[in-house]
DNA sequence: TCGCTTATTGGAAGCGCTTCCAATGTCGCT
DNA sequence: AGCGACATTGGAAGCGCTTCCAATAAGCGA
């Protein structure tokens, strides 16, 4: 059965040292003289020694330990995207930084969702919390969890969450503004504009540039309709038909993210028109979706796995002492607009 | 800061008993009168106590975590539907049953793979393994983890794995069968068979029962034409020329998953083709994408987030005493063919 | 050369829990 | 009434590690 693995004290036998001082060498502690040190971590090679996470957190050390929460309730959305690969960039930056991550899947409309956060990092001595949207902007968790002594990364947040606790994300409100001034380059001046859902800031500022971007034309309500989604390929094709039926016919449709945009692509192809002679539609996210509907979709590109990975470090830079900065950083991603072929000049 | 939270010692004072007592009732151990146990819960929701389960695994208790390890390449692969399904599905079961899951990625072409795996349950004191495809078939990989003491559950086993651990899947080879059978009472005479990458036996186990479908009708390899691909958008769309281009001139493509039938589709709607008209093409999982693309596409659904909940159920089965069968079991899930727009009569 | 600061090391005490085993109390049966 | 079997409880030890603090060695200026 289970070969029982060697513990420190093994470690400092071998080394002839104390126990305690290969714990220093093993956390890097100071005042060890390197012939120690090097002596130490020898044996910690010769005996393939790994320390035992339970009793170090336990003994008041470093857990390692981080969470991610994020919101999809999987009973209706299929999979999301943007949160599994926020999750596999965060998985491979622990691994190299010797962390672990514990996912957390909290739906929204969970009644207790504040304590089931909460309870997570306390029960499991979570050191650290990256938080996604629309819990990015949950300002009360986000200062709950800072009060617990644990650090915070949030991806994306679009309003206040942004000024409490580090954050990580792209610059939303100029990827829709960039988006829908290619779509005004193109010589469209009817639009339509499918949102997210509601409290999902950094999503609503893709909205906010959309409208900046119009009105630096002149244009204003009147030449835009604008519809809420809930990020699902299912609200894009519910959707469609308010658009394509709505009496200001927009020529060109900016959508929040590229599921919804695939939903009213499919809908658009459902009712035999062509895309994008009848209809231009943009995405966001640059999801594989994006690559993979025909036509493949125009969209913004945002470095979600990148993201993750960023989120990780950041929050290790805190935990570590690496980042001492006494205010929140906000550490800001490139997008790049990317078109394919769902949008055509007018 | 840190608000202390209480201890077991906490409880144990508060309901009138020794630790030892509290401990019992906490892990359902026997003789306890029902009064005292009453007490004790009593004091534990009066405390909101939960257990520390760093201690409780230092102390030679349940570590309650279990590791689910999956292989795709974030390098390569955009974002693989399975599995995050899977961790979607597990994550769910591990909420109501009060166990943790750590997510490793561990691409196939690792090193020391194995290795990886093995010092994730031993250092992180896992109980449980999870494995997905291909790695659900590595007896050697199984048979450490046991040994170890560790219980295993195979997501879709397909072969040898099948036979050492737990597992729970659907009938692969039935499901090529099915989505084969339905094509030839189309019709179709003349198949093109996309396989998935080399070593995962459960996508093998598709194109065997394409075969055998193909052969009660008495058509064999002259009949048709096998690619592999790597399970990716991007092989289905670079393999498609070679199955277009064809002399045979298949009118139906079956593929081991969705995602390269989206490719095949997209290259032939590249090409100017007309889906289903031109070409049938069918996909294996009933992933998102598989009613996303246009037209939708007819395939083999899968219930893939219930495979992650009822592996991590059988998990704990094992782990709790609950099974205690001396063989391993395999629960079969049920398949389905899922008709869709992208297959026609001939 | 001496006292004092600083660098290095180790001893001891737990972290919160579970295990093992001994100590009771209880019951049924002869 | 007396004895063994069993149910119920608690005491003690210790999981593997870190923290705190004391002990020693080394370095330095006067």
Redesign the pocket.
Known sequence: MTT?RP???DVARLSG?????V??V??GG????DE?RARVMQAVEALDYK??PQ??S????ASRLLAFVFASDPENEPNSYYESALELGALRACLALGYQVLVQNVPQQTPDRQKRVLDLITTQRCEGLILSPPYSDDVPLIEAALAQGCKVVTVSPGGPGRGKADGVGVDDEAGGYDMTRELLRLGHRRFGFIAGLEGHLSADRRLKGFQRALAEQGLGEGDCVVLRGDFTFRSGTHLAPRLLDHPLAPTALVCANDDMAAGVLSAAHARGLSIPQDLSITGFDDAPVAAIVWPPLTTVHQPVKILGQRAVEMLVARLTGANLAPEPVFLELEHAVVSRQTTTAI
């Open positions: 029982k513990t420190i004290d040292v104390a126990r305690v001082t714990s220093r093993l956390n100071p005042n060890v003289r120690v320390v035992n009793a170090r336990l003994a008041g050390g």
